[in-house]
C-alpha cells in the first residue's frame, strides 16, 4: 500500500517545488490542486460572468475551494492503494485542525505525512511577484488582506515535518 504525503503551506513558500522533489525521489503519483482543478474553475468562472483568475474572494472560498480539494483527494485515494502520492494545496482552515491527520488518515486509509513549508512572508511576496502569475494579483493588491487570510502560519498542532524555505532563517 501506497503513503499519502500531504504538502501544505501559504502561498509562495515553496510548496509545488517541494512536492514535485518529493515526487520525483519517490516515484510518486504528483497532484497539486490548481493543476486538477484549473481548466474547469476558470471556465466555469468565465461563463459566471467573474474572473477567471479568481482565487482569493470570498465568492471562490465557498463556491470552489471545499469540492476542488474533494476532488484532489478522490484523484489521490484512487491512487494510493498501490503507489505513493503526493498533494500540494494550501489546506489553510484544515491544518488548524488538531484532528486533520487522523481524519486524512482515516480517509485514504493508509500512512499519510504531513509537510508544512513555510518561509518569511516578505520572501513569499518576493517569490509570488516574481512568478507572474495572474491568479495572485489579487494577493499582491492586498496584502495585508492576504496575509490576514492566511493567519498566524502557526505550525499544526498535529504530528508534521516542518520545512523552512526562507533563504534566511532567523535565529
Not at 483568475?53 to 484523484?75: C, G, L, M, P, V
Request: hydrophobic share 30%; proline share 4%.
Amino acid at each position: 500500500m501506497g503513503i499519502v504525503h500531504i504538502v501544505t503551506g501559504s502561498p509562495g513558500v515553496g510548496k509545488t517545488t517541494y512536492g514535485l522533489k518529493l515526487a520525483r525521489d519517490r516515484s510518486a503519483c504528483f497532484l497539486d490542486i490548481d493543476t486538477v482543478s484549473e481548466t474547469f474553475v476558470r471556465k466555469t468562472l468565465k461563463i459566471l460572468g467573474r474572473d477567471p483568475e479568481d482565487r482569493d474572494s470570498s465568492f471562490f472560498k465557498e463556491n470552489f475551494r471545499s469540492d476542488i480539494y474533494k476532488a484532489t483527494f478522490k484523484i489521490a485515494k484512487e491512487n494510493c492503494s498501490w503507489q505513493e502520492v503526493v498533494v500540494v494545496g494550501p489546506f489553510t482552515q484544515e491544518i488548524r485542525q488538531e484532528d486533520w491527520l487522523l481524519q486524512l488518515r482515516n480517509f485514504f486509509d493508509c500512512e499519510v505525512k504531513v509537510y508544512y513549508i513555510y518561509c518569511q512572508p516578505y520572501e513569499r511576496k518576493a517569490r509570488i511577484l516574481g512568478r507572474g502569475n495572474p491568479r495572485d494579483e489579487n494577493k499582491i493588491k492586498d496584502w495585508d488582506r492576504s496575509l490576514d487570510y492566511y493567519g498566524e502560519e502557526s505550525r499544526p498542532e498535529f504530528q508534521h515535518e516542518f520545512i523552512d524555505t526562507s533563504s534566511e532563517t532567523p535565529s
